[in-house]
């Protein structure tokens, strides 16, 4: 299974970037998804998560209202819409699926993904 993140980049404060997520080697149908960052000097966090059945969406705190996570089973690829970009945003984000069938939200912590991406930079300047 490979994960393969895009979409990061450098940005001013205020803009918006759209992060995407494919998955090769496993339909992503029947696994939750989920997306989480690293800031220089900091620990991983969470940040969204998407469950495999009704496509409920899950998020921090710090990103809620801003953040939308999406997934298209057919593509298989699950995306982050990150809208009203702030400092504190700056981080590698990294996707990931998790490593059992049909687990719900309650399952989006690191140690519950049984896969991950390679992380994709996102810089947001003042």
């Known amino acids: 299974v490979q994960l393969q993140a895009s979409g990061g980049g450098s940005v001013q404060a205020g803009d918006s970037l759209r992060l995407s997520c494919v998955v090769s080697?496993?339909?992503?149908?029947?696994?939750?998804m989920a997306w989480f960052r690293q800031a220089p000097g900091k620990e991983q966090e969470f940040v969204a998560a998407?469950?495999?059945?009704?496509?409920?969406?899950y998020y921090s705190d710090s990103v809620k209202g801003r953040f939308t996570i999406a997934r298209d089973n057919a593509k298989n690829t699950v995306y982050l819409q990150m809208n009203s970009l702030k400092q504190e945003d700056t981080a590698v984000y990294y996707c990931?699926?998790?490593?059992?069938?049909?687990?719900?939200?309650?399952?989006?912590?690191?140690?519950?993904?049984?896969?991950w991406g390679k992380g994709t930079l996102v810089t947001v300047s003042s």
């Open positions: 990931a699926v998790a490593a059992l069938m049909c687990e719900t939200v309650v399952a989006a912590t690191p140690y519950a993904m049984g896969h």
């Open positions: 080697g496993r339909p992503i149908s029947s696994y939750l």
């Open positions: 998407v469950t495999w059945t009704t496509s409920s969406p």
